[in-house]
């Protein structure tokens, strides 16, 4: 539990000290240079920097206690600095490296391809390749025994960012490397501008797969559907519930679950823990023939089957619990 609501802070931590090299060297190189590609790579790695700045805060804001004013605790500030951060990948990163690209497309400036160019690039290559992998061991971490097509699906938004912006920074340096490559031997800069285009339009699908995922988890996301299948044969399988009538849940963060749920107690199971057989029958004994008697058996049944129920929902959430680490919030209903 501790591991997932921490999920993304080394990854992130990481990013944030090499892509604000990586933005250092790349801009040194684009100055030299005049290159688009260089430049709109120099802007992927600053808007990196500030985006897994903007994680960062989330993941320290999110396991925050709970306070009188946010009861269930602050786990959405995650999604919500994840959704600042991809905001800011379409607008500052793909938008400002798209235009930067058109822009050469349509007014071709000399560019000055020398060594340092391809220098820089091999050692961005090789900071992104190290802050990618940090990402990718940090996934596998918090998600150890499922393959890693599930694990994208459920990764939390903040260290998924990571991977993904870390991953495509390491295919934008193959980009960079491409487009400066072909325009050192043919002559031709537009090839330049061209990779500028590229990049741009990488990020920006990078930036709205994590808008809409986010968006998801901000409006109320429902956990797993596997997890609440398990969840309801759980319930199901407690003799005192006949059925399970109404079951809803959200994510409150990652690894912090709420249910509410109806539920249908089996009216002869709890009969039979209230009154075991000899029991009731020496009360029956007593009260068939005296009807003031019989009346306070029926109080006193009428207070404590209540007093059962409740402490049943108390057992049931306990399990649940158990069962389920993730469940922090169960609101148990009888219908």
């Known amino acids: 539990m501790a591991i997932r609501r921490t999920a993304g802070l080394v990854s992130v931590t990481a990013a944030i000290f090499g892509n604000a090299l ?7 190189a684009a100055l ?11 802007v992927h790695s600053f808007a990196d920097t500030l985006n897994q700045a903007l994680l960062f805060i989330g993941v320290r804001r999110s396991i925050k206690k709970p306070s009188k004013n946010f009861i269930y605790g602050y786990g959405h ?15 500052v990163g793909a938008g400002v490296t798209v235009y930067r690209g058109v822009i050469s497309l349509l007014h071709p400036e000399p560019v000055e391809i020398n060594a340092l160019i391809f220098l820089v690039l091999g050692a961005s290559f090789i900071i992104e390749s190290g802050t990618f ?5 940090e996934l596998k971490r918090s998600y150890p025994d499922i393959p890693w097509s599930r694990r994208l699906a459920v990764a939390d938004p903040t260290t998924l960012a990571v991977y993904f912006e870390d991953g495509l920074a390491v295919i934008g340096v193959g980009v960079a490397t491409a487009s400066i490559g072909i325009s050192y031997y043919t002559g031709n800069v537009l090839w330049d501008a061209v990779g500028s285009i590229v990049i741009g339009i990488l990020l920006g699908i990078v930036a709205v797969t994590f808008i ?11 956990i797993p559907e596997e997890e609440r299948d398990e969840m309801i044969a759980f319930l199901t399988a407690n003799p005192a519930i006949e059925r399970v009538i109404d079951f809803k849940s959200s994510v409150l963060g990652i690894g912090v679950y709420r249910i509410k749920c109806e539920v249908e107690f089996n009216g002869s199971v709890l009969f039979r823990e209230a009154y075991q057989r000899k029991y009731l029958r020496e009360q029956y004994e007593e009260v068939k023939t005296d009807y003031e008697a019989f009346k306070r058996f029926c109080v006193d049944y009428a207070d404590r089957i209540p007093r ?5 929902i108390d057992e049931i959430e306990a ?14 209903e009888i219908n």
């Not at 990586?22 to 040194?28: D, E, F, G, R």
């Not at 809409?212 to 429902?222: D, E, F």
């Not at 059962?308 to 049943?312: A, C």
């Open 22 to 28: 990586v933005t250092l060297i790349k801009t040194a």
């Open 32 to 42: 030299s240079s005049g290159s688009s590609v260089m430049f709109a790579e120099a």
């Open 77 to 91: 500030e995650r999604f919500f600095w994840a959704l600042l951060s991809a905001c800011g990948i379409f607008f």
């Open 133 to 137: 992998l940090i990402a990718a061991r």
């Open 212 to 222: 809409v995922k986010n968006r998801a988890y901000l409006i109320g996301r429902s």
């Open 308 to 312: 059962l129920m409740g402490k049943k």
């Open 319 to 332: 399990q649940l619990k158990k069962r389920f680490p993730a469940l922090e919030h169960i609101d148990i």
